[in-house]
C-alpha cells in the first residue's frame, strides 16, 4: 500500500446488512469504531455524510477502505516451492497456481503473499487469485454503494489473522474458524499459524434455524474438510473458533451440542461479539503489514486516490531530495568557504608582516621570510653600531673584577680587555685564590680558560694569569 | 510541443542539485588537506616573521634612543680629562670616525694614561659612561706600576655614536 493512512474502514457485508468499522492508529495502538452496521439506505442523509466523510479522508491520503473478497468468488492456494531462493520461488510461483486453476492464469489477478518469513527451507506463499470478470462486477457492485475500495482484501485471510491476534494459540493446534452469516458461512482451516484452506457453506443462520438437520450437515462438512487436511488434525487437538455476522450464543450453544454427540471432540471458543469482527480485521489489515497483506485492486488499477497518494509521496520524497541536496551544497560550501576565508586570511597577514619587514611595495610570494631576513640582516648591520652603543659597556665588569681583587687581596699587575677577549695577569695570597675571578668572567660571557699559576717566589705570593675568551 | 512531466522535471532538479552538491563536497574534501598544510605553513611563517619583526623593533629602540636624546653629541673627552685634572697624565688621540645612517657618526678615540692613579681612571670611564650620548669602552689595558697594583699605565680604545659635527 503506497498510502501511508492511519485510518482504516473495512467493510463487510452480509446479504443487505453492511458493516463499517474504522480503524485508527495511535500512539496507544489501533482503536476500533462501528460506523455502521445495517441496512444500505443510499438516499439517507446519515448515509451520504459518512460516505462523504469516509473518502473526503481516503482522497486526503489519510484513510484507505477495505473490502473483503468473498471466499467462494475466489481461489485460495498455500504453495512450496521446491526453491530456498526467494527470487527464484517467486519466478515459479505463477507456474505452480497456473496447474491448480480452472482457467488459465493470465484472466485472474492473483497475489502471492510470502509467509517463509526469515525461515529456512523451502519459499512458501499463500496465493489469492480471482477472475478478471469476476473482480469487475465485484468492484462494480461496491461502487454502486458509493464505495469504491482502495484495498480489495480476502475474505479467509482477514478472518484468520484476526483470530491469531486476538485469541493467538496457546500451545500447537489446528484451528478451524467458523464464520457463521445469515445464509452463508465460510470456514478456515490450518495449524498454528498457517492457514491451510478457506471453504464456503452455502447455509447461514437462518437455514440452520429453519431445517432439522441443517447443524448435522454442517457438522459432517466441517468434519469432512477435517478429513480433507487429515494430517493436520490427527497431529495436534482440534480448536474451533465460532464467529461471523451472524454469530450469536445461541448458535453457538446449538452447534456444540451437535458435535458433542461425536466422538472426537474438540475444544470451542465463541466470540459472540464477532459481528463486526470481519469489518475490523479488515480494517486492521489495511493499515499494518504484519498480517499476511493482500490487496487484488493494486494488482490491477489502484484507486484513483492511492495514485495520487503515491504522486505525492513522490513529490515528498523529492522535495526531501532537493532540501538534503540543498543542505550538503551549503554544508561544502560553507565548509569550502570557511577554509578559502582562513586561508586568505592568512596570506594576507603574511603579506603585511612581510611588507612591514622589508619595505617593499610587494613581496613576491613565497619569498616572503627569505625576503625579510635579508632586509632585516641589513638593517642590523645598520643598527648594530646603535645597539651596542646603548648596552655594551665593560666598566661594570672592570669595577667588579677590581673590587673583588680588592677583597681578596689580589693584585692586578696587568688587564686586557679587548672585543674578542680578557687577560688578567697578577698575583694572590694563595693558591687558588685567583679562582673568585673566575665566576666574574663567566657573567660577562667570557669563556675563561684554566687559570695558570707559579709557585710562590721571593714576594710570597703566586702569581697567576687568567684568559678568557668571547665565544 | 511535449508537455514535460512535472516529476521529471523535479528529478532532474533533484538531481541537479544532488550533482553539484557531490560535486562540491567532493572538490572540499580533496582539497582539505592541501589547504590545511597550507595555513599550517602560513602560521609558522607567521610566527617567523612576528620574531622577526619583534628583533626589528628591539634594534629599531636603540635607534629611537639615540634620536630621544636632548644632546645629540657625547662629552668632549678633553674637558672631562681636564674637569678631574686628568689632563696632564692623558694623550687623546682620534683613531677613526664612520659614518652611520645620516646624521650619525661612530667615532673611535684612544685615551693613553700614563703613571695615573687606577681610581682616577675609573672616575673618568665613569663620567663618561653615563653621559648621554655614552662613551663605551672597546678596549682596556691596566698595566700597574708597583706591586700594589693601584696605579699605572692605562690604555683605552673608546666608542661613541653622536651626531656628526
Not at chain 1, 355 to 383: F, I, Y
Not at chain 1, 432 to 458: F, I
Not at chain 2, 87 to 95: G, L, M
Amino acid at each position: 500500500m503506497t498510502m501511508q493512512a492511519t485510518i482504516g474502514y473495512g467493510i463487510s457485508r452480509d446479504e443487505d446488512r453492511l458493516t463499517i468499522v474504522r480503524a485508527a492508529k495511535g500512539r496507544s495502538g489501533i482503536s476500533y469504531d462501528q460506523q455502521w452496521n445495517g441496512p444500505v439506505r443510499q438516499e439517507s442523509a446519515e448515509w451520504k455524510n459518512l460516505i462523504g466523510r469516509i473518502y473526503a479522508e481516503v482522497w486526503d491520503g489519510q484513510a484507505v477502505t477495505a473490502v473483503p473478497v468473498p471466499v467462494d468468488k475466489s481461489i485460495f492456494r498455500p504453495l512450496t516451492t521446491p526453491f530456498t531462493s526467494k527470487k527464484k520461488a517467486h519466478r515459479v510461483l505463477p507456474s505452480l497456481l497456473d496447474i491448480q486453476l480452472p482457467f488459465p492464469l493470465e484472466e485472474a489477478l492473483t497475489s502471492f503473499i510470502d509467509v517463509s518469513g526469515n525461515k529456512t527451507g523451502p519459499v512458501s506463499s499463500l496465493a489469492v487469485c480471482m477472475r478478471r470478470e469476476e473482480y469487475g462486477t465485484f468492484l462494480s457492485d461496491w461502487q454502486e454503494l458509493g464505495l469504491d475500495p482502495v484495498a480489495v482484501d480476502h475474505e479467509g485471510l482477514a478472518w484468520w489473522t484476526w483470530y491469531l491476534k486476538k485469541m493467538p494459540p496457546t500451545s500447537s493446534e489446528s484451528r478451524v474458524i467458523v464464520a457463521f452469516g445469515q445464509n452463508r458461512s465460510v470456514v478456515m482451516i490450518g495449524t498454528d499459524k498457517n492457514l491451510l484452506g478457506c471453504y464456503r457453506w452455502n447455509k447461514g443462520v437462518q437455514q440452520f434455524s429453519q431445517q432439522e438437520d441443517a447443524w448435522r450437515d454442517a457438522v459432517n462438512r466441517l468434519q469432512r474438510i477435517c478429513l480433507a487436511h487429515k494430517k493436520a488434525c490427527d497431529d495436534h487437538p482440534l480448536h474451533i473458533i465460532q464467529t461471523g455476522s451472524a454469530i450469536e450464543a445461541s448458535v453457538c450453544e446449538a452447534f456444540e451440542c451437535v458435535w458433542n454427540a461425536e466422538d472426537v471432540k474438540p475444544a470451542f471458543s465463541c466470540d459472540a461479539n464477532g459481528q463486526t469482527a470481519l469489518a475490523s480485521a479488515l480494517a486492521e489489515r489495511a493499515l499494518v503489514s504484519d498480517m499476511l497483506p493482500c490487496n487484488l485492486r493494486s494488482v490491477d488499477v489502484p484507486h484513483p486516490a492511492e495514485l495520487q497518494a503515491s504522486g505525492r509521496n513522490i513529490k515528498k520524497s523529492l522535495v526531501f531530495t532537493i532540501i538534503l541536496g540543498l543542505l550538503l551544497s551549503a554544508a561544502a560550501a560553507g565548509f569550502y568557504g570557511v577554509l578559502y576565508f582562513r586561508e586568505n586570511r592568512i596570506k594576507k597577514h603574511v603579506t603585511e608582516l612581510a611588507t612591514a619587514l622589508t619595505s617593499m611595495k610587494s613581496v613576491p610570494r613565497g619569498q616572503e621570510v627569505l625576503l625579510a631576513e635579508r632586509s632585516l640582516e641589513s638593517r642590523r648591520e645598520e643598527l648594530r653600531p646603535f645597539s651596542k652603543a646603548v648596552n655594551d659597556s665593560v666598566t661594570g665588569l672592570l669595577n667588579d673584577l677590581l673590587e673583588t681583587a680588592q677583597t681578596h687581596e689580589i693584585k692586578i699587575n696587568r688587564l686586557v680587555v679587548r672585543p674578542d677577549g680578557i687577560l688578567i695577569r697578577g698575583t694572590s695570597p694563595g693558591w687558588n685564590d685567583c679562582d673568585v675571578l673566575l665566576p666574574l668572567l663567566q657573567k660577562a660571557g667570557y669563556r675563561p680558560a684554566a687559570p695558570e699559576r707559579q709557585d710562590a717566589g721571593m714576594d710570597e705570593r703566586v702569581h697567576f694569569q687568567l684568559q678568557g675568551a668571547l665565544p | 510541443m511535449k508537455r514535460i512531466n512535472p516529476v521529471t522535471l523535479w528529478l532532474s532538479v533533484a538531481l541537479l542539485i544532488w550533482f553539484s552538491a557531490l560535486v562540491l563536497a567532493v572538490a572540499a574534501l580533496v582539497q582539505t588537506p592541501a589547504r590545511i598544510r597550507f595555513m599550517e605553513r602560513g602560521r609558522d611563517t607567521i610566527m617567523r616573521l612576528k620574531a622577526m619583526q619583534t628583533q626589528k623593533q628591539e634594534m629599531e629602540e636603540n635607534l629611537k634612543l639615540h634620536l630621544k636624546l636632548k644632546e645629540k653629541n657625547a662629552v668632549s673627552l678633553q674637558s672631562t680629562l681636564q674637569s678631574l685634572g686628568l689632563s696632564q697624565q692623558a694623550t687623546v688621540r682620534r683613531k677613526k670616525t664612520e659614518n652611520l645612517i645620516d646624521p650619525w657618526v661612530r667615532r673611535t678615540v684612544e685615551v693613553i694614561f700614563t703613571d695615573v692613579p687606577f681610581d682616577s681612571v675609573g672616575k673618568f670611564l665613569y663620567t663618561i659612561e653615563t653621559q648621554q650620548p655614552p662613551w663605551r669602552i672597546q678596549e682596556v689595558i691596566f698595566d700597574a706600576a708597583d706591586q700594589n697594583g693601584t696605579g699605572g699605565r692605562v690604555s683605552l680604545v673608546l666608542q661613541t655614536v653622536d651626531a656628526k659635527q
